[in-house]
T-cell receptor, first 112, second 114 residues
Framework: QKEVEQDPGPLSVPEGAIVSLNCTYS??????FMWYRQYSRKGPELLMY????GNKEDGRFTAQVDKSSKYISLFIRDSQPSDSATYLC????????????FGTGTRLTIIP | DTGVSQDPRHKITKRGQNVTFRCDPI?????LYWYRQTLGQGPEFLTY????????KSRLLSDRFSAERPKGSFSTLEIQRTEQGDSAMYLC????????????FGSGTRLTVV
């Protein structure tokens, strides 16, 4: 079993819809949680990071962490065609730990 | 400096050949990371440097792999005696100081071993 599980999709939604992306994990030591966006033939780009449980909002993006359920989510409101990409969750045990453990990524397409 | 630069963008090599990739991090970043990403998978950690010191290596980094960062600037990743299983995207990232969330990734080098 992988430490981080993520549904690879693909996921297609109409423009303007709310998108929900999720990851589950098994390592209870994970404390820092990140979401990256990766366009085709590009490197991952950091979207959001959160520490421990709770919510964090940045524009149209909201990240949620539920450590009791070992479950994290990324919500995208008012989705745009430019949001079409692969979304990767990533996590690490502590602030000084440089090794990130990634999910497989969910491929998202926003249909105009 | 516009970001992390990787060279080449694509490399096709025959099985058994050696290949070397280069990464130029953001100039003020003292930490440099290498990850490998295969099709349909997330990136997997290989190794990281603080300045010129290599501080951690993954078990994925077999004896055929070697990474260097002379003078704490650019880094090279060499794969000797390439195998078909080495085909992947090799991603470099850099950060300023401590904290994984500060990564900036390059666009990667795509290696195909035939």
């Amino acid at each position: 079993q992988k430490e981080v599980e993520q549904d690879p999709g693909p996921l297609s939604v109409p423009e303007g819809a709310i998108v929900s992306l999720n990851c589950t994990y098994s390592n209870s030591a994970f404390q820092y949680f990140m979401w990256y966006r990766q366009y085709s033939r590009k490197g991952p780009e950091l979207l959001m990071y959160t520490y421990s449980s709770g919510n964090k909002e940045d524009g149209r993006f909201t990240a949620q962490v539920d450590k009791s359920s070992k479950y994290i989510s990324l919500f995208i409101r008012d989705s745009q065609p430019s949001d079409s990409a692969t979304y990767l969750c990533a996590m690490s045990p502590d602030f000084g730990n440089e090794k990130l453990t990634f999910g497989t990524g969910t491929r998202l397409t926003i249909i105009p | 400096d516009t970001g992390v630069s990787q060279d080449p963008r694509h490399k096709i090599t025959k099985r058994g050949q050696n290949v070397t990739f280069r990464c130029d991090p953001i100039s003020e970043h003292n930490r440099l990371y290498w990850y490998r990403q295969t099709l349909g998978q997330g990136p997997e950690f290989l190794t990281y440097f603080q300045n010129e010191a290599q501080l951690e290596k993954s078990r994925l980094l077999s004896d055929r792999f070697s990474a260097e960062r002379p003078k704490g600037s650019f880094s090279t990743l060499e794969i000797q005696r390439t195998e078909q299983g080495d085909s992947a995207m090799y991603l470099c990232a850099s950060s300023h100081g401590q904290g994984s969330h500060g990564y900036t990734f390059g666009s990667g080098t795509r290696l195909t071993v035939v």
